[in-house]
């Protein structure tokens, strides 16, 4: 048996000959060289003219931005069938996603990025995905012919030479994809094997029309989007429809086979790992995150055999990223979504969460006014972040959801020490929460409009609705977008609530003054309190009626708060609340005092929508009920995780599975959003915090992404150990 042996990070990579049986030779080798990163677009230094500054600031950024791009060298290898892959160094303005070379957004993320404000706000990444219909179809002379009509239209100077940028750089990208051509050429002339020979010259034929005029086949549409991918590698957005109509066109006529399509999807699925910068973040499985399935503008299921190739495709590959979202719909059928499950549990990568379609389409349709035939694109990026192909992710922070219990019960105790009533207090609350959301939606808008003095160009090409409305992504340039700054502290804010309706309104076990006392003494002197509290508590996760209509309450509370609201840009917001790869739920937590929920002063905030340390009592299916229940309206339907751990035996058994497969089905069914699965036990976590030596291999889904275990900082590794393990 031939073992294959990577190391990344400290991370070894044991890869049997069984892993890759169904992968031929050829794409074996380009699985090696990626992984051991020769295959990594290493930029080449361009030298620009020091007279450049005698231009004006946009004719200069283009000119850089053009020389830059040509001046690139393919990364190919007698093995490729695929190439077009280059990353910008920070010389000039590059993509959208790595903000390099932007330089006003560096100067805010210099002062805000990862660093708090008032407990309140935090500034982070922000994700976008590009949308390939338009160069799919008619190719970058059609997005040329959109410029030259833009130009007519719009007669501002500011706008005039920002169209005039992007031609050029449209220019630059057509002479990249001919420069691809004749280097493959030259290949293929000094390479032994006739096969590879000949996929080099149908590689150089193939880039004299693609990306410059629309794709003719299956082959060219993948190699299109390959190449384009480089001016903003993020999220690849609905790939299946992408490709759908070459992928039929071609199998239909017996132009390709369905393993032939394997092949090429499986290079191409190779891609955003080869262009994953090797560091802190290589072996994170957030990057390039795309969708699969969903509702169709007729309102059917669109999970095709096409979407089904490409999660076969991608579970073959031994690969970190990228990782996939499955849409269910209520036409899916079981066997397809029984089929993704079944991938997800075999998938030692953890590459694959699910999200419901119904649920998103109410919040963005109802809630988001977002006609229904553009909504059916979205697409999860990133972390789990909610955009539109062709659209950026419009927020941009990250917010202390809990925040305001803090003040209320540490800084204006005052005012709801005598509130007669649970509706006197409830509506003291709602006005506290409404004060720290006009703060946290404030200071979103304030990063976006410091990144929007930034130009972006190589991106807007591929962004809706920029080349139309002449205006950079960066600027508000497209027209469908969604904020979802994300707010840390639900679940502690839900259940702090549901304590003071519960033990202070409803049971009448203690007094506001008593619980006002215990959370200013950090509940020193007050065990048995604390200790009924977590005893007798109806804590959100365990579906009963008291805490289904609080956790219902506050969302429809935020509902009222936010309908009709915008973003600087005139985008709808809705929430999300996980913390993607940084610990700001610590960081938050650390400065946020003790809360009724029996957090202790300084104790870890909540993330995502689910529960944790035992507060879930009542099992899974409860769980997954209250999660369903709690928001009506959608106003979740942004960035949202619920992480769910299963012991191993409700996936491994097969029987359990079955049981699992129609129980996650309900859930949808009922009203969920999202889930993505744990099924490590808590003895496996704790043994590999002891001795990460011994877990290498061990990955976990974190928040909207999987890493390894023994890599994830301590306080993420501690609540990962601290989610409920639910059984059958």
């Known amino acids: ?48 003219d020091r007279e450049d500054i005698f231009l004006s600031k946009t004719e200069m950024e283009s000119k850089r931005i053009c020389e830059y791009i040509e001046n690139q060298t393919p990364v190919l290898k007698e093995f490729c069938t695929l190439t077009g892959l280059l990353s910008f160094d920070g010389s000039c303005v590059g993509d959208a996603f790595n903000v390099a070379g932007h330089t006003e957004a560096g100067k805010v993320m210099d002062e805000f990025y990862l660093k708090q404000i008032d407990n309140i706000s935090v500034m982070e990444w922000q994700h976008a995905t590009g949308d390939y219909h338009k160069v799919l179809e008619r190719g970058i002379s ?86 384009c991918y480089s001016f903003n590698p993020d999220s690849f957005g609905t790939l299946d429809r992408y490709l759908q109509k070459f992928y039929d066109r071609d199998i239909q006529n017996g132009v390709i086979t369905r393993n032939e399509a394997k092949e090429i999807l499986q290079e191409f699925l190779l891609v955003p790992q080869a262009r994953n910068t090797p560091g802190i973040h290589s072996t994170k499985g957030g990057q390039s995150h795309f969708c699969v399935g969903g509702y169709t503008k007729d309102k059917e299921d669109g999970f095709t055999d096409l979407s089904k190739l490409i999660i076969e495709s991608l579970m073959e590959l031994p690969t970190y990223i990228p990782e996939v979202s499955f849409r269910w719909t209520p036409k899916t059928s079981r066997e397809d979504f029984r089929f993704v499950l079944d991938c997800e549990r075999n998938d030692k990568f953890k590459r694959i969460a699910f999200t419901n379609d119904e649920k998103r389409m109410k919040g963005l349709v109802e809630f988001c006014s977002i006609p229904f035939e553009k909504a ?102 497209t027209d469908v977008a969604v904020s979802s700054p994300m707010l840390l502290g639900m679940v502690n804010l839900i259940d702090s609530i549901i304590v003071v309706r519960q033990f202070v309104y409803e049971k009448k076990l203690i007094t506001m003054k008593e619980l006002i006392n215990a959370l200013k003494a950090n509940w020193k002197g007050y065990d048995r309190l604390r200790m009924m509290i977590e005893k007798k508590c109806e804590f959100f996760g365990n579906d009963t009626d008291l805490s289904n209509d609080t956790s219902r309450r506050i969302y429809d509370s935020i509902h009222r708060y936010l309908k009709g609201k915008r973003s600087v840009f005139g985008y709808p917001i809705v929430i999300g609340d996980h913390t993607g790869y940084n610990e700001h739920f610590k960081w938050f937590g650390e400065k946020t005092k003790a809360t009724p929920d029996t957090r202790f002063d300084g104790d870890v905030l909540s993330f995502g929508l689910s529960q944790r340390g035992g507060k879930d009592r009542e099992g899974l299916t409860s769980l997954l009920s209250s999660i369903a229940k709690a928001d009506s309206h959608a106003v979740s339907c942004g960035s949202t995780v619920s992480n769910i751990t299963v012991e191993e035996s409700l996936v491994r058994n097969d029987d359990n599975f079955e049981k699992l497969v129609d129980m996650l089905t309900s859930y949808f069914k009922c009203g969920g959003m999202h889930f993505q699965l744990n099924y490590v036990s808590k003895e496996d976590l704790i043994n590999a915090k002891k001795i990460p030596d011994e877990h290498k291999n061990l990955r976990v889904r974190v928040t909207g992404f999987s890493e390894y275990f023994v890599k994830l900082k301590e306080s993420i590794q501690d609540d990962i150990i601290e989610r409920t393990s639910h059984k059958c």
């Open 1 to 48: 048996m031939c073992i294959y042996i990577f190391t990344q990070s400290d991370i070894i990579v044991l890869i049997t000959k069984k892993a890759v049986s169904d992968m031929n030779e050829r794409i074996e080798k380009l699985v090696q060289m990626t992984l051991s990163g020769e295959m990594f677009p290493t930029p080449v230094k361009t030298e620009y």
């Open 376 to 477: 059916i694109n979205y697409t999860l990026v990133g972390c789990n972040e909610l955009a539109f192909p062709g659209a950026i992710s419009a927020s941009t922070s990250k917010g202390n959801i809990l925040r305001c219990i803090d003040t209320l019960f540490h800084k204006k105790s005052e005012t709801i020490e005598t509130a007669p009533t649970f509706e006197d207090f409830y509506e003291i609350f709602e006005k506290e929460l409404f004060s720290d959301l006009d703060i946290i939606y404030d200071y979103d808008d304030k990063y976006n409009l410091c990144r929007s003095r930034d130009i972006n160009y190589v991106s807007s090409i591929f962004f809706n609705d920029c080349i139309e409305n002449a205006k950079s992504l960066t600027k508000g340039g």
């Open 142 to 227: 059609g997005i040329t012919d959109d410029i030259e009509k833009s130009l007519k239209i719009h007669s501002e100077p500011e706008k005039q030479d920002f169209l005039i940028a992007t031609k050029k750089v449209c220019q630059s990208i057509i002479k990249w994809a001919h420069k691809c051509s004749l280097e493959a050429l030259k290949l293929s002339e000094t390479t032994q094997n006739p096969q590879y020979r000949k996929n080099l010259q149908k590689l150089s034929k193939a880039l004299l029309n693609v990306p410059e005029k629309g794709a003719e086949n299956f082959y060219e549409a993948v190699l299109c989007i390959c190449l």
